[in-house]
């Protein structure tokens, strides 16, 4: 396959998401490992994160507990993430592929002042997006049309990576795009035990592993 853009998921693929669901298992007053177990008992069962809040804490508003949250600790982190929360290999992946001359795009499912997080850590990237930014979120087909937009090139020439199958692999396939199913945290893990994962053009481990796919390809 003839690849010129790879775009790229936040959660769980750029970002390690575990220190943001310590703080709200604290902030909700649940064991991390009570927390982190519902979310574990969503992925596997086909829930979203809201359940798990639901189920640990029925009844929460998030909404009223976020703006709580945040005049609480106006100079924490809360639920946000900052460059001690990626994974290792994003960086030197990253700057891999834009020297092997791929563009490289960073858009997920992320609220409005992750762009300025992202941003922040001055990664190896060609263009960074976000479903608040664009007023659509995955799996959405308007949010895969907006990344065949900025992309600019044909729909098989772009690389969607993602750690889901629902919200990344399928809808990307739908847009014609191709995709890499990224094995790692909760929900790349056990997606890539779905049958249909085998739809992806590539299951990895890891950025570093993509890179060199890539590299070889």
Do not use: C
Not at 77 to 106: C, H, K, T, W
Not at 135 to 154: I, N, Q, R, T, Y
Request: hydrophobic share 45%; glycine share 8%; no cysteine.
């Amino acid at each position: 396959m003839t690849i010129r853009s790879v775009v790229l998921d936040v959660g769980e693929t750029l970002i390690d998401e575990s220190r943001i669901w310590w703080r709200w298992s604290k902030r909700l007053g649940v064991t991390p490992l009570t927390f982190m177990g519902a979310l574990g008992a969503m992925a596997a069962t086909g829930g979203s994160y809201r359940q798990a809040f639901e189920l640990v804490a029925p009844g929460r508003d998030i909404s009223a507990e976020l703006a709580a949250w945040k005049k609480d600790d106006p100079d924490g982190l809360r639920e946000n993430f900052d460059a001690d929360d990626l994974y290792p290999d994003v960086r030197s992946s990253l700057a891999a592929m834009r020297d092997a001359g791929y563009q490289v795009i960073i858009a997920g499912n992320q609220p409005i002042q992750a762009y300025d997080q992202l941003a922040a850590m001055d990664l190896p990237h060609d263009g960074i997006y976000t479903s608040a930014g664009w007023g659509v979120s995955k799996p959405d087909p308007e949010f895969f049309a907006k990344v065949l937009a900025v992309a600019g090139h044909a729909p098989d020439e772009i690389l969607y990576v993602g750690d889901r199958v629902d919200n990344d692999v399928l809808p990307a396939l739908a847009a014609g795009m191709k995709t890499a199913l990224l094995r790692r945290g909760p929900w790349g893990y056990l997606h890539a035990r779905r049958d249909d994962a085998a739809k992806a053009d590539m299951i990895v481990d890891s950025l570093t592993e993509l890179a060199e796919r890539l590299h070889r390809a």
